[in-house]
């Protein structure tokens, strides 16, 4: 494999393992690939990085059957012990945070400050982990028989498979995996094919914790590939809980393959998330929430505020402030300190971004700040607002970048129907100073036919 980076700039990667050239899957405490290679690209500029060599089906094979039988190992020791690992994994990802979190925003695109954070997310995640291992409780039910008891036991499935999307690359599969290995679960991870080095320099940390402690690699599987191999995981009967990541489109073609053979199946998919505000708001608490909310991650989150719903009462100055928020926000090199908003994953979401501006426009909408490409080599588009009519069609669906939609409403039950005028789960948030408004909010609103909802309380004050 080559050691010597394209740009210089990019030496960082071997402080994390890592290559201009590399091996994409980690089976059986070995790395290897012999399948398609790709070309891991910055979308700031839409140059290379480094080059991938992903998994081939049988090597997916030979992995798995590793994993099947390093199973039987890991669901037989100790609860705490799993968790010892988990914390040591922990460890390792804090040694390289900063690296690790510099290669986030290099390869996803996203700030520096939240590429840091994502890493961040994985490593509390191994934390409470670390506690849950300790806490793996069953039962002692008392039964109508006389002499006798029932004990409820919690035991490991065995294997979970985790697919993960470029927009979380590193997060996501900590809040899947440190869960699944204190509970005794060996783990298979396909990364997005867009991020593969967040992939390969996460399992590396992984790889060396397991080595050091004489575990076999198999207990965690790392396969770079594309759909083929989400569908091999999908469909394999040694997996008996998948969790993927992604769009609903895919996600109903994995649930379906995953049911049809009786598995289980986790699925976070598309969001289309509002925020109310009421008339005796915090506004300037509502401006700068409302602002990382929406531009954040260039609106690539799941959780990305789509819908802002203003009163009518203070409508008109809450655009005026945001939108000149708006216009400050820096863009740029997502490993500069100043940015605040980088680029768009791929070339592909940055076309996206341009249709459905055109689409907007087309049903109605006004444009009052952004709603452009920006010329350049990379990824970037300007944060958009759009003041557009609640019953638009393409309000309803989910445009994954920075444009943001601007609603009037006069009553607290008016918004409430708003909101839940939309096929989207996820998240929903209030701004008011009234306790009777947040109640009435938390009591009626729904949980979205593609994602159950998390509700957020802010009591503005």
Known sequence: ?????????????????????????????????SGNTVTSVNPSNNQPIATVVEASIEEYEDSLRACAE????????????????????????????????????????????????????????????????????????????????????????????????????????????????????????????TTPLITLATTKLIAEVLERNGLPGAIFTCICGGAEIGQAIAEDGRIPLVSFTGSTKVGQIVQKAVNARFGKCLLELSGNNAIIVMEDADLAMVVRSVLFAAVGTAGQRCTSSRRLLLHEKIYQHVIEQLTDAYKQVKL????????????????????????????????????????????????????????????????????????????????????????????????????????EAIFKWIGTLNYGSELPLAQGINFGG
């Open 70 to 193: 390093a199973r039987k190992l890991w669901m037989q020791t100790p609860a705490p012990k799993r968790g010892e690992i988990v914390r040591q994994i922990g460890e390792a990802l804090r040694s390289k945070l900063d690296l690790l979190g510099r290669l986030v925003s290099l390869e996803m695109g996203k700030i520096l400050a939240e590429g840091i954070g994502e890493v961040q997310e994985f490593i509390d995640m191994c934390d409470y982990a670390v506690g849950l291992s300790r806490q793996l409780n069953g039962s002692i039910i008392p039964s109508e028989r006389p002499n006798h008891m029932m004990m409820e036991v919690w035991n490991p499935l065995g294997i979970v498979g985790v697919i993960t999307a470029f927009n979380f690359p590193c997060a996501v599969l900590g809040w899947n995996a440190c869960i699944a290995l204190v509970c005794g679960n060996c783990v298979v991870w396909k990364g997005a094919p």
């Open 1 to 33: 494999m080559g050691a010597d980076f394209v740009r210089n700039e990019y030496q960082f990667l071997k402080g994390l393992g890592l290559q201009s050239h590399n091996l994409g899957c980690y089976g059986n405490g070995i790395w290897k690939g």
């Open 332 to 435: 740029g090199d997502p490993l500069d300190k100043d940015t605040l908003l980088g680029p768009l994953h791929t070339r592909a979401s940055k076309m996206n971004f341009e249709k459905g501006i055109q689409v907007i426009k087309s049903q109605g909408g006004h444009i009052l700040t952004g709603g452009s490409v920006i010329e350049h080599e990379g990824n970037f588009v300007q944060p958009t607002i759009v003041e557009i009519s609640k019953d638009a069609p393409v309000v309803k669906e989910e445009l994954f970048g920075p444009v943001l939609y601007v609603l009037k409403f006069q009553t607290l039950e008016e918004a409430i129907e708003i909101n839940n005028s939309v096929a989207q789960g996820l998240s929903s948030s209030i701004f008011t100073r009234s306790p």
